[in-house]
């Protein structure tokens, strides 16, 4: 219901879990267990379970579930953007040439200096041109 949120969150760099399928009593018990805010479009949600840290999206669309947390939680969509994998949500970590040589592009290669690398599904992340795409992509849906 919310994946796109997800992965939104994701590159504003807050940890982020998401499961498609997932009941809602495991949901409930991972979120108490790790501390986590549950956000969830099920109305039913709230009314089967007492979760201190539940919280019930009203927008329909990405970018306006986006403005609605961005505005309730006052998230910082600045200083932690690109920190964390938008696919499985482990923290990026520095990665040298010689460590992403053979999963990146030869001209990534040859355009770029700096690299991260998610240890968690290996994906290589760089500067691209996507990074400008994604940066005005949120500013429109904060509406800034």
């Not at 879990?17 to 790790?34: G, M, T």
């Not at 609605?68 to 938008?86: I, Y």
């Not at 923290?91 to 010689?98: G, H, I, Y």
């Not at 001209?107 to 996507?130: A, I, M, N, Q, T």
Request: aromatic share 6%; hydrophobic share 35%.
């Amino acid at each position: 219901m919310l994946g796109r949120l997800a992965r939104w969150l994701r590159l504003l760099g807050y940890d982020t879990s998401y499961e498609a399928h997932v009941e809602d009593a495991s949901l409930v018990r991972r979120a108490i267990q790790e501390e986590r805010v549950i956000l969830t479009r099920d109305r039913a949600l709230p009314e089967e379970f007492r979760v201190p840290a539940l919280v019930l999206v009203e927008a329909e669309r990405p970018e306006e579930q986006l403005r609605e947390l961005v505005t309730r939680f006052q998230l910082d969509t600045e200083g932690r953007l690109f920190t964390r994998c938008s696919l499985c949500n482990a923290k990026l970590e520095p990665a040298s040439r010689e460590q992403i040589t053979e999963r990146v592009p030869a001209r990534v290669l040859r355009d770029h200096d700096h690299f991260k690398r998610c240890p968690g599904c290996g994906r290589v992340y760089w500067e691209g041109s996507h990074v400008d795409r994604i940066r005005n992509a949120i500013q429109r849906a904060l509406g800034s």
